[in-house]
């Protein structure tokens, strides 16, 4: 089962947590700001399944970026 879905029609095309409204961005950022996976898993009704998949979806957004050097500047 595909746990992170792009859909125009369910929060303007943002990937969210399948079955939810939860935008992959919120579960991060909830993460990010300290949230431990159980403390998320409460306060969004999400299973660790899915969190971990939030997770997967950044890494691979993250490496699919195109490294681009900056230039000197002298």
Known sequence: MKRVIVDKKIAHGEPVIQGTRIPVAVVIGALADGMTFE?????YDLTQPDIKAALKYALD??????????????
Do not use: A, G, T
């Not at 403390?39 to 306060?43: D, G, K």
């Not at 957004?61 to 002298?74: A, Q």
């Open 61 to 74: 957004l993250i490496k699919e970026e195109e490294d681009i050097p900056l230039r000197k500047i002298s």
């Open 39 to 43: 403390q998320v898993m409460r306060e």
